[in-house]
């Protein structure tokens, strides 16, 4: 069903039956329906799904479950009575030592796990720079990714002025937009490439800008991960698809700065 994973299902469900049954306080609530949506995240799933979705709804449901817990008196008072109650009365003394131990505990031991998790090689190949699409259509303009050439960058030669302009607006472009990824100077080193898989683009690497036609540039910039071919994939980039952003011009001049930054230019068409 779904692809659920079903006695993690049946299970989570008898263990909230019997909390019903009896008449469990506010506190227990709040912790089993946290704890029940990380268990269902975890192995409710018959095929994983990715740890920083199920952050994101953890950290939704904390909120709303303190949120609820705080949104009267009343509720507030009988969330933290047995709290009140396991601090301060002696019988309990042994009950908040372990857990004064085991809270500590628990962390270290979860900060160790992720510092060990086993690398794996993907379980298929995926390719650096995939192959593009014979065409694409931005802004409703079909580009051909065999013929199509940055439209300013003859401007280097026919007119330096404009060119300049066309890539002070690129420069622009880049450091609002892209170098939090890529980097200050292009290295694919910037402030979140820690946390892509895989790691941003590094541009200044002759391996990439020299080898690519400024179409296909066009193309990664235009389309973003989204765009991707299977080809390209897994991924965990973070990388938009640009034209939902910027106009095509500025999609053009980012693309010549990013050339004229790292002393490149494009591939030529019918160069290998």
């Known amino acids: 069903m779904l692809g659920l994973n079903l006695p993690v299902v049946i299970v989570l469900a008898a263990v909230g ?3 019903a049954w009896r ?3 506010t506190l227990t609530w709040l912790l089993y329906t946290w704890v029940a949506l990380w268990a269902f995240f975890k192995y409710g ?3 994983p799904i ?6 994101i709804y953890l950290g939704i449901t904390g909120l ?3 949120c609820f817990a705080s949104s009267s008196r009343e509720r507030l008072s009988e969330t933290a009575q047995p709290i ?3 601090i301060l009365e002696p019988r309990y003394r042994l009950a908040l030592a372990g857990l004064l131990v085991a809270l500590p505990a628990l962390a270290a031991y979860n900060v160790y796990a992720d510092l060990n998790v086993p690398l794996e090689a993907p379980g298929f190949g995926r390719e650096v720079h995939p192959p593009p699409p014979t065409e694409m259509t931005v802004h409703d303009e079909t ?3 065999a013929t199509a050439e940055n439209p300013y960058l003859h401007y280097n030669h026919d007119d330096p002025e404009l060119y300049g302009e066309h890539l002070e607006n690129g420069r622009r472009i880049y450091y609002e937009n892209c170098f939090w990824c890529h980097g200050d100077g292009m290295g694919g080193d910037g402030m979140f490439a820690h946390g892509l898989n895989p790691v941003p683009s590094n541009f200044n690497d002759v391996g990439t800008l020299p080898i690519l036609q400024s179409s296909f540039v066009h193309w990664r910039i235009a389309k973003g991960a989204p765009g991707l071919p299977g080809a390209g994939t897994p991924w965990d980039s973070m990388m938009p698809a640009w034209e939902k952003f910027l106009t095509t011009e500025e999609m053009w001049d980012v693309n010549l700065f990013i050339y004229d ?5 494009p591939r030529a068409l019918g160069q290998h």
């Open 17 to 19: 039956g019997v909390l």
């Open 23 to 25: 008449r469990a306080n």
């Open 45 to 47: 799933f018959a095929v």
């Open 50 to 55: 990715p740890q920083s979705v199920a952050t």
């Open 64 to 66: 709303a479950l303190v």
């Open 84 to 86: 009140v109650r396991l």
């Open 143 to 145: 580009v051909d990714m």
């Open 261 to 265: 930054f790292n002393g490149y230019e």
